[in-house]
C-alpha cells in the first residue's frame, strides 16, 4: 500500500478488517495478504518536513498493521521512534530526490527500510538518534538502493526485549 497526503481514513478501517481476516484467510489456504506500508517524499519537503510527514502517514495504519500482534501498542511506539530517526538521517544525508520507505509486519518482526542514503550509515557518535535505533531493534544494515544510494533497513522484534 502506497500512502500519501489523500489517505483516506477508510483505508485504515479496512485494513483492519483485513488483517483481521488474515488469520482466517490463512486457516482456510488462501495467501496471505501484503502486510505493508509504503510512501514516497519528494524534495521539497525538509529533513524536519519528512520526518513528520513520514510519522503521520505510518501512525495512520501501523495500529491496523500491527492488529493481533503481542505487545503492539509497544512495538508501535518502537517502529515510529525508530522510522522517524531513520527517516532524519537519510533525509539530511539525500541521496537521491525522492526519500522512500517501507514498513511491513511478518508476525515476528517489524521490518523498516528507508532509501536512499548518499553516504553509508553514520556511527552514533555523529549521529546521536542512531543509538535509540541500534538499542531498538535486533539487526539493522544496508544495501544498494534503486538509485544512487544506501537503503538503511531495521528488524524490530514483536516479542521486545526485556529493559
Known amino acids: 500500500m502506497t500512502i500519501s497526503h489523500d489517505?483516506?481514513?477508510?483505508?485504515?478501517?479496512?485494513?483492519?478488517?483485513?488483517?483481521?481476516?488474515?488469520?482466517?484467510?490463512?486457516?482456510?489456504?488462501?495467501?496471505?495478504?501484503?502486510?505493508?506500508?509504503?510512501?514516497?517524499?519528494?524534495?521539497e519537503h525538509t529533513p524536519v518536513q519528512s520526518m513528520r510527514r513520514a510519522r503521520g502517514f505510518v501512525t495512520r495504519v501501523l495500529p491496523a498493521l500491527l492488529a493481533g500482534a503481542p505487545h503492539a501498542k509497544a512495538v508501535e511506539e518502537?517502529?515510529?521512534?525508530?522510522?522517524?530517526?531513520?527517516?532524519d538521517v537519510t533525509a539530511r544525508h539525500r541521496a537521491s530526490?525522492?526519500?522512500?520507505?517501507?514498513?511491513?509486519?511478518?508476525?515476528?518482526?517489524v521490518l523498516i527500510t528507508v532509501g536512499e542514503m548518499g553516504r553509508p550509515l553514520p556511527a552514533p557518535e555523529e549521529e546521536p538518534g542512531l543509538f535509540l535505533v541500534h538499542r531498538m531493534v535486533d539487526d539493522i544494515g544496508q544495501h544498494c538502493g534503486d538509485g544512487d544510494g544506501y537503503a538503511t533497513w531495521v528488524s524490530i522484534p514483536v516479542r521486545m526485549k526485556t529493559q
Do not use: K
Open 7 to 43: 489517505f483516506s481514513l477508510l483505508s485504515v478501517i479496512g485494513l483492519q478488517t483485513m488483517a483481521a481476516r488474515r488469520g482466517a484467510a490463512a486457516s482456510h489456504g488462501l495467501p496471505d495478504l501484503d502486510n505493508s506500508i509504503e510512501f514516497r517524499l519528494g524534495p
Open 78 to 87: 518502537a517502529a515510529l521512534a525508530v522510522l522517524t530517526e531513520l527517516v
Open 97 to 109: 530526490v525522492d526519500l522512500s520507505g517501507r514498513v511491513s509486519y511478518d508476525g515476528d518482526h
